[in-house]
């Protein structure tokens, strides 16, 4: 039988290139290797945008268009918003019971990214607890294997301390997942530190030509290359990061060579990185404009998501509401 994989996105905007080199791409090889649920965790969207829930629903339906223009086959994949599920808040309310809050207060990626959202005793009960809520998703669909970059194991850690105790207090009824680490380089954005969202130092995947050109310029670089004629250091260069993915091999070694020597200059660098980055989306734009005037095609995606995974959810909850002596 084949395992299950659970992967997915929070929809707080676009998915940019950090995704798409990091996870978009393998998920669409994996979903022919694994039983595939894409989660949307709208639910956990909210934990920090609770001001802004029309953003959100408004990004579960692009990032739904995302996953189909990548790739992402839904006969094959199923896509799934996690608010369309409601189980998964009822599930994450038990396991609440099971973790203490300074035990959430210690996962190191929770706190960096309270340090990164400026969260500090205002955190909002919700965003502390998100990791309960993540291995809610984790235990109700089954997962034997969730896809993750290495600053993500510590949830996949919290998960795994959750269903041990559950399986120990109650009944063993939980299945323990697997990290699948991913081999993704770290994609560096505009200010040199991991491509983000929340950093806002993206370039996104649907972004238009000139936004990516406009976005591209402000990158920085190596800051002891100041004009054409000094030499650089191409390996602390974010820019000559992104070009080893999206321009081919002698191109990057012409780059390497001729960035040390001082022949070319950054702007020049810069605006044939952008020129690669268009072409290489081109046909995912193309793809996702076509998808977006097909009326009804995300809503049906996503409705067929929600009746796919009811039983197997249907049949966790029974488990788990039967080793707790609930109703
Ligand atoms: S020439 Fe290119 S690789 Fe070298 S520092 Fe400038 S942008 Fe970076």
Redesign the pocket.
């Known amino acids: 039988m084949r395992k299950t994989i659970l992967t997915g996105d929070r929809p707080t905007g676009p998915l940019h290139l950090g995704h798409y080199v990091g996870s978009l791409q393998s998920r669409v090889d994996l979903q022919h290797e694994y039983a595939t649920y894409v989660l949307i965790a709208d639910l956990q969207a909210l934990t920090d945008h609770a001001e802004q829930p029309e953003l959100v629903r408004r990004n579960v339906l692009e990032v739904a268009l995302d996953y189909l223009a990548v790739g992402i086959d839904p006969t094959v994949a199923t896509i799934v918003v996690q608010s369309g599920v409601p189980e998964l808040a009822e599930l994450t309310v038990y396991y609440l019971n099971l973790v203490t809050v300074a035990r959430l207060g210690r996962n190191p990626t929770v706190k960096d990214e309270m340090r990164q959202k400026g969260f500090d005793a205002d955190v909002p009960a919700g965003f502390l607890v998100y990791p309960v809520s993540q291995a809610a998703d984790i235990t109700a669909f089954k997962a034997d294997v969730v896809p993750v970059g290495e600053d993500q194991l510590p949830m996949i850690e919290q998960t795994v301390e959750i269903v041990r105790r559950f399986n120990r207090l109650y009944s063993p009824v939980l299945v323990e997942p697997q990290p699948l680490l991913s081999e993704a380089p770290l994609i560096p954005g505009a200010d040199g530190r991991k491509m983000s969202k929340s950093l806002d130092n993206y370039v996104g995947v649907r972004d238009e030509p000139d936004e990516i050109r406009e976005k591209v310029r402000t990158f920085i670089?190596?800051p002891q290359?100041i004009r054409l004629g000094d030499p650089?250091?191409?390996e602390i260069?974010p820019?000559?990061a992104l070009?080893k993915l999206f321009s081919a091999p002698d191109r990057v070694r012409w780059?390497d060579e001729?960035?040390r020597s001082g022949a070319?200059?950054?702007v020049e660098?810069?605006m044939n990185l952008a020129d690669r980055i268009i072409e290489y989306y081109e046909p995912f734009r193309e793809r996702r404009a076509n998808l977006d005037a097909t009326p009804g095609i995300v809503d049906e995606v996503l409705a067929e998501g929600a009746a796919k995974v009811q039983p197997v959810v249907e049949e966790t909850m029974k488990a788990v509401r039967h080793a707790m002596n609930l109703a």
């Open positions: 670089t190596d290359k650089g250091r191409p260069c820019i000559f070009h780059i001729n960035c070319l200059g950054c660098n810069k």
